[in-house]
């Protein structure tokens, strides 16, 4: 089994994997899955951009912090690296919850869904499985022989 941490990012080829993130509250997990190369990435995403340069330090050791970072990175390995074709890729994004605040100013879940959500716009790429917003916790894994995902909800604590 791998473990995926906060803003962390894992790409394997090896068919006997699991893949596991672990609480999703705000972060969302972005999964892909191509049916030709049989690769399967998983990212725990935390923010939606890296807007500033102290980030850069953030960056270099949790690669998959910021959504704007991370997404070019893996849809690039997929489409130049691994040359998969965008319509063999199957794409679940998962997490993303809102805040169990009353007011919640800052609204991470539903900024990282939405800048997940557009970046893969941008690539021609199309969505297969959302699970996002809610005041629910997720853990989710997926099995890297035929990228099937499984999703454990719970209630949120704060």
């Given at each position: 089994m791998l473990n995926v941490g906060i803003g962390e990012y894992i790409i394997t080829d090896n068919q006997d994997e699991i893949i596991i993130t672990h609480a999703l509250g705000s972060c969302v997990a972005l999964i892909i899955y191509c049916k030709s190369s049989k690769y399967t990435?998983?990212?725990?995403?935390?923010?939606?951009e890296n807007s500033s340069i102290r980030n850069q330090a953030l960056y270099k050791m949790?690669?998959?912090?910021?959504?704007?970072?991370?997404?070019?990175?893996?849809?690039?390995?997929?489409?130049?690296?691994?040359?998969?074709?965008?319509?063999?890729?199957?794409?679940?994004?998962i997490g993303g919850a809102d805040s169990r605040l009353l007011e919640d100013v800052f609204m991470v879940g539903k900024k990282n869904v939405a800048i997940v959500s557009?970046?893969?716009?941008?690539?021609?790429?199309?969505?297969?499985?959302?699970?996002t917003g809610g005041n629910i916790s997720r853990t989710v894994s997926v099995n890297s022989s035929n990228g099937h995902i499984h999703i454990k909800r719970q209630n949120m604590i704060l």
């Open positions: 990435a998983m990212a725990h995403i935390v923010l939606p949790k690669p998959g912090y910021f959504a704007s970072d991370i997404v070019p990175k893996i849809i690039g390995y997929y489409l130049e690296g691994l040359k998969c074709n965008r319509h063999q890729l199957e794409v679940s994004v557009q970046l893969l716009k941008a690539y021609g790429i199309k969505i297969n499985h959302a699970d």
